[in-house]
């Protein structure tokens, strides 16, 4: 793709990934169930979701690996099914489960990779084989796990990906391997404008780099906002009674508007609140049963994370 082309798609798009009521079944058992989704252009973008949840599905969809069974995926405004070529052409994958040759070096791997990339940037790969201090003329089969992510995350550096969609990219990385490949990496290809769609486990990372999240759980999402939203909007309110309140009191807070749920430990209650949390804690400080102490507790994406998950199993 030429630079011209570059630029008419990265002022057209403001999307970079699309995901409308997405279904995707192995034998008839959905693993994604109705997803809808939007990636916007030059996020980001942190994927999570427990095991099994559909996240990798999800990717391999999006890179039409795996045909929807409903509904419908755009990848930097091509459709997925139909316009897989023009996908791949764009994207940068890089799974957990990398694709190298044991036999080959790392000149070997990149005179391989330019051969079939349209846009191949060797001075990219070159420096971050130089960051991570990788031998170049050994073959990669005598490569540590971790070496070997680094390799394969240079090597889809050098594609010069509009979309660069990692699927935990950090696993299996020591933590200075860890903090190099996010950092360094997020930090280039952001600079550029580029779009970033990783997966990971490791709530603390996807926290110092993400500036959006998606949380799925069985195939569904469960949220999708901006990150410094989201840690705005929901907060923890903590109420310790001078007294145990009675349980009317109980079910009315649990009622009132900006409260997502409550749970109670004698004269301490724990409210999960959305919106104006200021404002929620004045109302129930007006309430006529005496508070010893309130507070306002701020969560990081990993307390946010374990509140998603236990709601969800609540049935909320
Ligand atoms: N090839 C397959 N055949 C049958 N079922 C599959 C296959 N791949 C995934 N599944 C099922 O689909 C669901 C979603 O799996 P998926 O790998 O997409 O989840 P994930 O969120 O990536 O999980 P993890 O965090 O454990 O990697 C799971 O219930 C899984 O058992």
């Given at each position: ?218 195939g569904k999402l469960i949220v999708c ?30 009622g009132l508007p900006g409260v997502m ?56």
């Amino acid at each position: 793709m030429g630079a011209m082309n570059q630029l008419e798609t990265k002022s057209t798009i403001s999307a970079a990934i699309e995901l409308q009521n997405l279904e995707v079944k192995y034998g008839g058992r959905p693993a994604v169930n109705g997803l809808s989704l939007t990636v916007p252009a030059g996020a980001i973008f942190g994927f999570l979701g427990p095991n099994g949840a559909g996240k990798t599905t999800t990717i391999k969809t999006m890179l039409g690996l795996r045909k929807p069974d409903g509904g419908s995926v755009r990848v930097l405004g091509y459709d997925a099914v139909s316009q897989s070529l023009e996908v791949r052409g764009r994207v940068g994958y890089m799974s957990e489960v990398n694709s190298l040759y044991d036999s080959l070096t790392i000149p070997q791997h990149c005179a391989f990779c330019r051969s079939v990339s349209k846009q191949w940037n060797q001075g990219m790969v070159d420096r971050y084989v130089s960051l991570f201090g990788l031998p170049t003329n050994r073959k990669v089969g005598k490569f540590s796990r971790g070496m070997k992510s680094q390799l394969a995350l240079s090597l889809v550096l050098g594609s010069n990906p509009d979309l660069l969609i990692l699927d935990e990219p950090t696993a299996g990385l020591d933590p200075v391997a860890r903090h190099q490949v996010l950092n360094q990496l997020v930090a280039e290809i952001a600079a550029q404008g580029k779009t970033i769609f990783f997966s990971s486990h490791i709530l603390s990372e996807v926290e110092a780099v993400a500036d959006w999240v998606g949380i799925i759980r069985d195939g569904k999402l469960i949220v999708c906002d901006e990150l410094d939203h989201l840690k705005q909007t929901q907060k923890v309110l903590k109420l310790t009674y001078v007294e145990l309140p009675p349980a009317a009191e109980v079910t009315t807070l649990r009622g009132l508007p900006g409260v997502m749920s409550l749970e109670q430990e004698g004269r301490s209650v724990r409210l999960l609140t959305h919106g104006n949390v200021e404002s929620l804690s004045q109302t129930i400080q007006a309430r006529p049963h005496a508070l010893r102490d309130v507070d306002i507790v701020d969560l990081d994406l990993e307390d946010l994370f374990l509140t998603y998950m236990k709601e969800e199993s609540n049935g909320r």
